[in-house]
């Protein structure tokens, strides 16, 4: 008979969890045999996300060797059997996006041609999300890459906070696309002294919804910046603006369309009180930081005397962490669903919340053939 591993309940568990009821869930239920854990990664900085979710888990990574050769070819060889189980592939995203795109898709090829039952991959920040939408002679790069996906032999997907959710309609299987909004709630509540008197501020109005859903839960001011000078994904979404415009080029006068106004985006605004108050700016990425640097400026013109930055994944690129430390934001809270010790090496205002008992409670639940509801309790498309 199958030996069942009885999940742990004690010390893994770490401060910041999540909604409480999850460690009763891990604890109470034994996962069945039958199921492996793989890190896709080659880098040791990115497989520690995968061994905290083993340890909760109760189960052990499974043996392969990811690694790259002299000519930068990837190379994965599966050191144990998988035939007829559930494999979950683990896969944190590095700065080098494209190597971990490829050890993703050729670790999910190799357990397929290994006759793996179900192959799950867990991608908590999903890459290419930000180029979901048409531009102009541009491509839905996150489409090909579903595409890709598929073809590799994954079945199933778990990811976290999605830059847009129509990306899950890009899938023929299903995406699990969970929330980190419990776990910032929870640390605004525990770690944020007087947070009380906060205000939740959206940097722009496409952030809007996000933060009207943070301040409905913690009973807090909503305050929204308009205004703000950045180029916005909005502008240049469906390529309508091809082809381009040809020198004498003969119209039918049937076809002539009206001239349209130039966009003038106004001087920038904070709608919403901000004075005396402490400010969380929310957002699902922080990756060029200019624009919440830019944000904190303005609430900080406007009276507020502390501003925290907390969003789900902390890309953090370029010069992040420098203009971070130099700029009036006092935190920046993310979560580890992308490997970041670096930068927090370079700037200490950087803080992590760990999310790795959501992503294993998925796990358990999906190969045990569980609901998922539980995960998904009060939550909205919002968050």
């Known amino acids: 008979m199958p030996r069942k591993l009885l999940l742990p309940y004690k010390s893994v568990f770490s401060h910041f969890g999540a909604p409480r009821g999850l460690h009763d869930s891990l604890a109470m239920n034994a996962a069945r045999s039958g199921y492996r854990v793989f890190s896709a990664n080659s880098t040791a900085a990115c497989t520690e996300l995968a061994k905290r979710i083993t340890e909760r888990l109760g189960a052990e990574l499974g043996k392969s060797v990811v690694y790259q050769e002299t000519n930068g070819e990837t190379r994965v060889e599966i050191k144990e059997s998988v035939r007829g189980q559930d494999i979950f592939i683990i896969q944190t995203i590095p700065r080098d996006v494209n190597t971990a795109v490829m050890e993703l898709l050729i670790m999910a090829y190799a357990l397929k041609t290994s006759c793996a039952r ?14 979901s939408k048409m531009r102009k002679r541009g491509s839905i790069v996150c489409k090909l890459l579903a595409s890709m996906l598929t073809k590799a032999g994954l079945t199933h997907i778990i990811t976290m906070d999605l830059h ?7 899938f023929s299987f299903p995406v699990d696309n969970l929330r980190a909004s419990p776990f910032l709630l929870q640390y605004i509540q525990e770690e944020i ?5 906060a205000v939740i501020v959206a940097k722009s109005p496409d952030a809007a919804k996000r933060a009207q859903s943070y301040a409905e839960r913690l009973r807090l001011g909503l305050a929204v910046i308009h205004g703000e000078a950045q180029c916005t994904e909005q502008d240049m979404d469906d390529g309508r603006h091809s082809p381009p415009m040809v020198k004498n080029a003969t119209v039918h006068p049937g076809l002539e369309l009206p001239l349209m106004m130039a966009k003038e985006k106004p001087p920038i605004t904070v709608v919403g009180d901000v004075g005396g108050r402490i400010a969380i700016i929310v957002d699902d990425i922080i990756d060029d930081v200019e624009s919440f640097v830019a944000a904190a400026e303005i609430l900080k013109e406007r009276g507020a005397y502390k501003i925290f930055v907390m969003a789900t994944h902390g890309l953090l690129s370029a010069e992040a962490p420098r203009l971070i430390e130099e700029s009036s934001i006092d935190e920046v809270v993310v979560t580890n669903t992308v ?5 927090k090496l370079q700037c200490p205002k950087i803080k992590t919340v760990d999310i790795s008992l959501i992503l294993s409670e998925a796990i358990r639940r999906i190969h045990n053939g569980e609901s998922m509801a539980y995960l998904f309790r009060n939550i909205t498309v919002d968050d």
Do not use: C, T
């Not at 002294?193 to 008197?197: E, S």
């Not at 490997?339 to 930068?343: A, D, G, R």
């Open 118 to 131: 179900n192959i799950i991959g867990v991608i908590p920040y999903f890459p290419y999300s930000k180029q």
């Open 164 to 170: 847009q959710k129509e990306i899950q309609g890009f």
């Open 193 to 197: 002294p007087d947070y009380r008197n």
């Open 339 to 343: 490997p970041h010790e670096v930068q």
